[in-house]
């Protein structure tokens, strides 16, 4: 049986920009075994949300803009794994194990966890760190 492959921020950046080994890899996978987390969602939509704000010129406000709805339909496309009460609870047990694994990097773990999935990312070195975490790197 297939497991749930859980993209996170970095890999799913790659696969937007077309990376060679990464696109087909995970193109070969049904959109049932491959998803994102709301907080990739929430990195992806936060740096454009920046940019909006930031604006001086109509011209890049307009730039904003446009980058963020597509990129909001870029991750409507993919299945989006809630922080739930449950991943929340298993992200405070993980805290006080002090992995040297970010805030974002641990709620992405902890969700992943959570659903029984296996992580996607180039950061083995970090995801390797969290108990029971699968992980797995497509990009090489």
């Known amino acids: 049986m297939i497991g749930l492959y859980v993209l996170d921020t970095d890999v799913l950046t790659l696969y937007r920009r077309g990376h060679a080994l990464l696109v087909p890899r995970i193109d070969s996978h049904t959109a049932a075994e491959t998803a994102i987390t709301v907080v990739t969602v929430e990195e992806q939509l936060s740096g454009w949300y920046t940019l909006i704000r930031q604006a001086k010129t109509p011209k890049d406000a307009a730039h904003a803009y446009g980058r963020l709805a597509s990129t909001v339909r870029f991750l409507g496309r993919w299945q989006i794994l809630s922080l739930t009460e449950p991943a929340i609870a298993r992200f405070e047990n993980l805290k006080?194990?002090?992995?040297?694994?970010?805030?974002?990097?641990?709620?992405?773990?902890?969700?992943?966890?959570?659903?029984?999935?296996?992580?996607?990312?180039?950061?083995?070195?970090?995801?390797?760190?969290?108990?029971?975490?699968?992980?797995?790197?497509?990009?090489?």
């Open 96 to 140: 006080p194990l002090k992995l040297n694994v970010g805030g974002s990097d641990l709620r992405i773990a902890a969700i992943t966890l959570e659903h029984g999935g296996i992580l996607v990312s180039r950061n083995l070195r970090d995801f390797q760190r969290v108990p029971g975490l699968s992980v797995e790197d497509w990009s090489v």
